[in-house]
């Protein structure tokens, strides 16, 4: 079971279901078939699938920095 809360509403996936409460009630929301974020994440979280590592993450974070740095600025930035 994962229960995500947030501000406007909460998402949970329980049994293969995904269900979103806010304002209006609870209802179900239609998966898509293969791998989706919530199967992705619990293969992550029970070890069957080792995802990227603390460096990648890290440096796709550099990146996506310094990709808003050079829209924010207009100009060409260097990557380390």
């Not at 029970?46 to 990709?67: C, N, P």
């Amino acid at each position: 079971r994962i229960r995500v809360v947030g501000t406007k509403g909460v998402v949970e996936y329980q049994n293969g279901v995904v269900t979103l409460i806010d304002e209006n009630g609870a209802r179900e929301l239609e998966m898509c078939e293969g791998r989706n974020v919530f199967s992705l994440f619990l293969e992550r979280v029970s070890g069957k699938d080792e995802g990227v590592s603390m460096e990648e993450s890290i440096y796709i974070t550099k990146v996506a920095l310094k990709a808003r740095e050079a829209a924010e600025t207009g100009k060409a930035v260097e990557i380390e």
